[in-house]
Structure formats: C-alpha cells, structure tokens
C-alpha cells in the first residue's frame, strides 16, 4: 500500500472550512484514498473514501487531484466537535476486507 | 444501535502475567479486526478475521500475542507473559460483508503493564 505525508497539525476557525491536505505520490491505479478520524479518547470514525472522482457525503468532502498523488479533505462549517487527528490512508480496495494502515494523521484543532 | 464494544475498558497488570481482551463487534458483521494504538501513534494492525478464521495475522508482534473468534462473532485478543511494551490501547473494529470499507471502531481498551 502508498504512503501517505500529512502535516502533524493544523488550526482552524470555528465556522470556517477546514482543508485537510494528504499527498500520496506513489499510489497505483486501483488503491483508494480514504479518511478516517479520531477523537481523544475515542476509536478512530470513517469519513469518507474515493478512487478519482471527488466524493461529497454528511461529514466532508474528499478532493482527489487529477494525477491522484494527493487529495484534501474538506470540513465545510468546522465546529469544535471536529477537534480529532484525521488520517489519510492508501489501500487497494478488497471485497473480502482488508487491514488499514495508519500513519500519524494530522491533528486538528477547531478554536472558538 | 448498538456499536463495538470491548471490555474492559481499562486493565492493570504486573509484568509476566496473562490477560485476555473482549471484543464484542457489531451484530452480523463478519469481518473483525484488532490494532493497537501506543501514545502519539496511529493504530498498528494486528490480527483480522473473515468469520472465524484468521485472515491476516501478519501484525502480530511475537507468539506471545493470540486471538481467536470461535463463533465468528466475539473475539478475544489474549496476551502471554506480558511486557512492560504491551502497555497500548488495544482497539478492535467490525465491517459488514456488504461494505468492507468501513471499519467501525469501538472505544479501545487501555492496557497498562506494570
């Protein structure tokens, strides 16, 4: 599976969008990106996840640029309760399941 | 309804002693998986089950570590003469056979070895 580089932390403004960068410049044509999130003293949440078309559900936005070596997860309307570390992961989808691989995610922090 | 849940939520231990982690996953999900997850670290794989058979168990670490899921539904992560290192938070997650993309975590337990 692709590595995955993300910033170690990143503010944000109560209110405001929040953009998650991820680069993943090895990723080969039939892995996916997808993104998960942890808050403190929680198991980590899925998010969202995509090929090459960027996807939109309730939670965020997944931008996945055209040569798919990075991608940027959108919070639209930050609010504090996104304050988590969200992790970037490359894997090759499989329908019998698979493991993640997890790196140190970046850590957001939504201020008032 | 109900989520994964693991118990306990917390377990102190002594050195070489022997333990045994619950995980409870969501009802009907065939695939169960276990990582752990030291502090300032992401969750490291462990071990995942496809029904009651271990699928992957390339993560775990030594042959003290030990998971089974006899029924295909609750597992149990046992650990052998413990080691000061094992102290993690053990995280087990489930998915369903029709979205096996998602992985639904439950809380974790906090494993100190003392």
């Known amino acids: 599976d692709a590595k995955t580089t993300q910033p170690t932390s990143m503010d944000c403004a109560e209110g405001r969008a929040a953009n998650l960068p991820c680069n993943h410049s090895?990723?080969?044509?039939?892995?996916?990106v997808y993104w998960y999130r942890q808050i403190h003293s929680q198991g980590p949440q899925y998010i969202i996840h995509?090929?090459?078309n960027n996807e939109t559900n309730e939670m965020a936005s997944l931008i996945i640029t055209e040569d798919r070596k990075s991608s940027t997860l959108i919070l639209p309307h930050a609010t504090l309760r996104d304050t988590a570390v969200y992790y970037c992961?490359?894997?090759?989808?499989?329908?019998?399941?698979?493991?993640?691989?997890f790196g140190q995610g970046t850590e957001l922090s939504v201020k008032p | 309804g109900a989520g994964v849940s693991q118990t306990p939520s917390n377990k102190v231990t002594e050195k070489g002693k022997y333990v045994e982690l619950r995980c409870d996953p969501i009802s009907g999900h065939t695939a169960l998986y276990w990582y752990r997850q030291s502090l300032g670290q992401g969750p490291e794989f462990l071990i995942y089950?496809?029904?009651?058979?271990?699928?992957?168990d390339s993560g775990l670490p030594n042959d003290r570590f030990f998971a089974v899921r006899p029924e295909g539904s609750v597992s149990t992560l046992k650990i052998q003469r413990t080691e000061r290192g094992d102290s993690a938070v053990y995280l087990c997650?489930?998915?369903?056979?029709?979205?096996?993309?998602?992985?639904?975590f439950g809380p974790g337990t906090r494993l100190t070895v003392l």
């Open positions: 089950f496809q029904g009651t058979g271990a699928a992957d």
């Open positions: 997650a489930s998915s369903p056979r029709q979205d096996t993309d998602t992985q639904y």
């Open positions: 992961i490359v894997r090759r989808r499989n329908n019998q399941g698979g493991k993640l691989i």
């Open positions: 090895t990723i080969s044509g039939n892995e996916y």
């Open positions: 995509g090929l090459k």
